[in-house]
């Protein structure tokens, strides 16, 4: 497998989001704006782009009785440097998001691809996969809060460009639940063209 298709099998055929529907908590949570969703999915693709390297580095020195614990120990890690950076350098997001970052030590697109593929591959070959899935994640989780923003609130990134208020429901968690069905059925029938 070339090294762009590593990247690129993570945004269209191992999607996490719309494919795989893996990780739907921060999914479903967070986007209730795209800057939100944005800073979500760039926060768990800076914590599986690392993780799987370190676990891909780690994988022949973990027996196989105790891998699962390791591998959580290592995101764990990743996690904890990300939240302290985020509460040092980006309070804002921290402020919104917080109770959602150390989810991601549990969230199981990471302990996943950690799994699946980076216990058995090189640590390039690692990061690549984590940077494929963690952007088709950002994209996807940003997508869904843009359009949930456009129809709940009138605004795209923050900015107003629909005057009045929008429809609630779109902000509230049944919108989050309509726009990620609608979004998916869309997604999956591109991709069986």
């Given at each position: 497998?070339?090294?762009?298709?590593?990247?690129?099998?993570?945004?269209?055929?191992?999607?996490?989001?719309?494919?795989?529907?893996?990780?739907?908590?921060p999914?479903?949570?967070?986007?209730?704006?795209a800057?939100?969703?944005l800073e979500?999915g760039?926060?768990?693709?800076f914590?599986l782009?690392?993780?799987?390297?370190?676990?891909?580095?780690l994988?022949?020195?973990v027996p196989?009785?105790v891998h699962?614990p390791v591998y959580?120990?290592?995101?764990?890690?990743f996690?904890?440097?990300?939240?302290?950076?985020?509460?040092a350098?980006?309070?804002a997001a921290y402020?919104?998001?917080?109770?959602?970052?150390?989810?991601?030590?549990?969230?199981c697109?990471v302990?996943?691809?950690?799994?699946?593929?980076a216990n058995?591959?090189?640590?390039?070959?690692s990061?690549?996969?984590?940077?494929g899935?963690?952007?088709?994640?950002?994209l996807?989780?940003?997508?869904i809060?843009?359009?949930r923003?456009?129809?709940?609130?009138?605004?795209?990134?923050?900015?107003?460009?629909?005057?009045?208020?929008?429809i609630?429901?779109?902000?509230?968690?049944?919108?989050?639940?309509l726009?990620l069905?609608?979004?998916?059925?869309l997604?999956?029938?591109?991709l069986?063209k």
């Open positions: 497998m070339s090294k762009w298709s590593l990247v690129t099998k993570g945004f269209v055929k191992d999607n996490p989001t719309f494919v795989l529907v893996l990780g739907m908590c999914t479903l949570a967070t986007t209730t704006s800057i939100n969703g979500m760039l926060a768990t693709l914590v782009v690392l993780s799987n390297m370190a676990i891909s580095a994988a022949p020195l196989d009785k699962i959580i120990v290592v995101i764990a890690t996690v904890t440097v990300l939240q302290l950076l985020m509460q350098y980006m309070p402020a919104t998001l917080g109770l959602f970052i150390p989810l991601i030590v549990v969230n697109i302990l996943g691809r950690a799994e699946a593929f058995k591959n090189t640590v390039i070959d990061a690549l996969d984590g940077l899935v963690g952007l088709g994640f950002t996807s989780l940003t997508v809060g843009l359009v923003e456009i129809l709940g609130s009138g605004s795209a990134f923050g900015f107003k460009f629909i005057p009045g208020d929008g609630l429901a779109f902000v509230m968690a049944p919108g989050a639940f726009v069905g609608y979004l998916m059925v997604f999956n029938k591109y069986k």
